[in-house]
């Protein structure tokens, strides 16, 4: 195979980079400016001590999996949203919006509850009474604390998910992206009046970044809405959204279909790793702190391959809705490699960051040489994580929740976390770096399965005209 052939087939030409850029960027810089901003806000927490730090991260740990909930709430629905919206069906849009926003509610009511009567019950479940740095009852209460305020958050966050979803599902990207850069200039500005007590306030330490999220995300929510709800000619769905509870029989019953094994995966994965970051805790207080830091830098450097899973999601998934199925498998091979591509690029500025990140923090020593050593782990598997999540949306694109549901949580469940239950409480002489580089290396595994299940095409599938 020549290089020509070559480029055109796995790199593709310059109308396929415009198109990538078109749906890609907006969400590449709106996910790398929301996580930036995370770390400013996670190093300004670091910066009021080492208890604070990790009450909020074992918090976030749990709102994660609250919002992992609500993405797979609005994913089994976005799947159709994207090739309605493909097959130029704007009541196939609204009817799958109308469905995400029910279904989002009832998640929220349950979230709300959960975390009102058990947050302090699910904080304990990360503090070890064995550690060797930290005060794990102040840890325990600076958690509850912000939890407790984070969550007049989540009926804002719910609200936006729908309607950005449906937004980047129907090629409007720009618009949530500056929604998000609106939202996290408004967090980093309260977050340094709230949590240093500045301007005449009083310093409330983490409970002020609790607040400052609040309120960017009510602002989030605000523009989102109503940008969608003023600009209708660019949004036929929004017309009529609320004229009605209605959805077709016939839609809510392909959604559940394809869309429950989304959400009973999605569930079940962010269960799966909040139960491998508690197999981590046992190993004291120090290393929830280091790999507060870690998880921390990981996001924000894992934005490009995170949003070039969504761009898959999106691209392949209208190709399919509008019958071009071999256009889709061009583009997603495509895809496919530009995100393995992208990932040991950024995987390697990681790697060579990794000392620098934890200096940040108001933290003992040893918690940051840790934070280090974890970064290294991750930043090496950053490319076997990047191809998991190229094939994981190319599953998708095509409704086939059902595998995605095995090859996605099924792993974390069969796989990550025996590995790491084992390691973490009987191979108490491996340091914990090795046990996480140990936990990025099994993904070869999947790897394997992945490529198999991608090159069959079994995810070719246009759901506009029936399920095959």
């Known amino acids: 195979m020549g290089f020509k052939e070559f480029r055109n087939r796995y790199l593709g030409d310059a109308a396929f980079y415009r198109r990538l850029m078109t749906v890609a960027l907006p969400i590449v810089i709106q996910n790398a400016i929301t996580t930036f901003v995370s770390l400013l806000d996670n190093i300004m ?100 604390e912000y939890l407790k305020i984070i969550m007049f958050g989540l009926i804002p966050f719910t609200v936006t998910q729908c309607y950005a979803g449906t937004l980047r599902e129907t090629d409007e990207t720009v618009v949530p992206m500056l929604a998000g850069i609106a939202a996290v200039a408004v967090n980093l500005f309260f977050n340094w009046v709230l949590i240093f007590g500045k301007l005449g306030t009083p310093a409330l330490g983490a409970a002020g970044a609790a ?45 559940a279909k394809k869309g429950t094994p989304l959400l009973l995966n999605e569930t079940l994965w962010s269960f799966g790793i909040a139960a491998v970051a508690q197999c981590y805790s046992v190993r004291g207080l120090e290393v929830v702190s280091a790999d507060n830091i870690c998880v921390t830098v990981m996001n924000l450097f894992n934005v490009v391959f995170l949003s070039l899973g969504n761009a898959i999601a999106i691209i392949v998934g209208q190709a399919l809705g509008a019958g071009k199925t071999e256009e889709a498998v061009d583009l997603d091979r495509k895809l496919l490699v530009v995100s393995v591509i992208s990932s040991i690029v950024t995987g390697a500025v990681m790697a060579a960051a990794a000392p620098l990140f934890p200096q940040f923090y108001n933290t003992e020593p040893e918690i940051k040489r ?63 770096a090795l046990i996480m580089l140990a936990e990025q290396l099994s993904g ?25």
């Open 45 to 144: 927490v670091g910066k009021t001590g080492t208890d604070p730090m990790t009450g909020v991260s074992i918090a976030n740990q749990l709102i994660f999996v609250f919002n992992i909930l609500i993405f797979g709430a609005t994913a089994g629905a976005g799947i159709f949203t994207s090739q309605y919206h493909g097959s130029r069906d704007p009541d196939g849009v609204r009817y799958t919006t109308r469905f995400k926003l029910m279904i989002c509610s009832a998640i929220t009511l349950l979230g709300l509850l959960v975390f009102g009567f058990f947050r302090g019950d699910l904080i304990s479940l990360y503090i070890s009474d064995s550690a060797a740095v930290g005060d794990p009852a102040a840890t325990l209460s600076y958690g509850s």
């Open 211 to 255: 607040v400052a999220t609040v309120i960017s995300r009510y602002v989030e929510m605000l523009i989102v809405v109503i940008w969608t709800h003023s600009h209708t000619e660019k949004n036929p769905f929004a017309k009529g959204l609320f004229s009605s509870l209605y959805i077709p029989k016939n839609i809510v019953l392909a959604i």
């Open 370 to 432: 840790l934070a280090t050593q974890l970064i290294l782990a991750v930043a090496a598997g950053m490319p076997i994580q990047s191809f998991l999540n190229a094939c994981y949306f190319t599953l998708r694109s095509g409704g086939r929740t059902f595998i995605t549901f095995i090859f996605d949580s099924g792993a974390v469940w069969a796989i990550n976390y025996p590995l790491v239950f084992i390691l973490t409480r009987f191979a108490t002489g491996m340091p914990v």
């Open 444 to 468: 070869l595994i999947r790897c394997v399965l992945g490529y198999i299940l991608v090159k069959k095409r079994i995810w070719v599938n246009n759901l506009t005209v029936g399920d095959e």
